[in-house]
C-alpha cells in the first residue's frame, strides 16, 4: 500500500469544514474494496490526474477520498462524506 501524504493545511481544512481526521483517511484507504475513479471534469484537471474512491473508516463513516498518485504516494486533496449523486456513481464504476 502506498504512503498517503496529509499536508497541514489539508489536515485543517478536514478538521473544520469536513470534519474528517487523518486517521479515518488512512483506515478508508485500508478498507478500500473498489477502483480508483478519474475526476474527468476540467475544473479538477491535474497532471498526474486526481483519483477518487469511497470507503468506510473502521467504525462505517462513508467517506469520499480525492487524491493524487505521484512516486509511489498518495497525496490527499480533500475528504468528505459523499453525496447520493457520487455515492450512485462509484456504485457504477468503482466497484
Not at 470534519?19 to 484537471?45: S, W, Y
Not at 512516486?71 to 456513481?89: D, Q, S, V
Amino acid at each position: 500500500m502506498a504512503y498517503t501524504v496529509i499536508s497541514e493545511a489539508i489536515q485543517k481544512k478536514l478538521a473544520y469544514k469536513h470534519n474528517v481526521t487523518a486517521t479515518e483517511v488512512q483506515e478508508c484507504f485500508a478498507n478500500r474494496c473498489g477502483r480508483f475513479l478519474l475526476d474527468p471534469r476540467e475544473e479538477h484537471a491535474s497532471n498526474p490526474p486526481t483519483r477518487w474512491f469511497i470507503s468506510e473508516t473502521n467504525l462505517g463513516k462513508k467517506l469520499k477520498i480525492v487524491f493524487i498518485f505521484e512516486k509511489g504516494k498518495n497525496y490527499l486533496r480533500t475528504a468528505f462524506p459523499p453525496n447520493a449523486e457520487e455515492l450512485r456513481i462509484y456504485e457504477k464504476f468503482g466497484k
